[in-house]
């Protein structure tokens, strides 16, 4: 009953900017994991960034510096602040809202549809 939706993609110039969102519906209560992810066609997903226990923050090296994420708990809202675009970081984006045990086991997960972002010349 879950549901995750993102929007903000599009298509961008090197550079540019844009600004992602996930909304949230549903009982995401207990959720110890917030992150997005992101697939080029031919390539892994992998993990963009993400916010932990405590609001703990890790971002993948390649976009440090560049990208923000961020949440609004009240609003059941979570954002990605991308700035300088590269096209390299042309992918479907997607949101996550998880729970992991104290061991580490996966609880529950939720995925959003995604969002494509091309970034292009």
């Known amino acids: 009953q879950v549901q995750l939706v993102e929007s903000g993609g599009g298509l961008v110039q090197p550079g540019g900017s844009l600004r992602l969102s996930c909304a949230a519906s549903?009982?995401?209560?207990?959720?110890?994991?917030m992150g997005w992810y992101r697939q080029a066609p031919g390539k892994q997903r992998e993990l963009v960034a993400n916010i932990a226990q405590g609001g703990y923050t890790n971002y993948a090296d390649s976009v440090k510096g560049r990208f923000t994420i961020s949440r609004d708990s009240p609003k059941n809202m979570m954002y990605l602040q991308m700035n300088n675009l590269k096209p390299e970081d042309t992918a479907v984006y997607h949101c996550?809202?998880?729970?992991?045990?104290?061991?580490?086991?996966?609880?529950?997960?939720?995925w959003g549809q995604g969002t494509q972002v091309t970034v292009s010349s």
């Open positions: 996550n809202v998880a729970r992991y045990d104290t061991l580490g086991y996966r609880v529950f997960s939720y």
């Open positions: 549903g009982s995401i209560s207990g959720a110890n994991n």
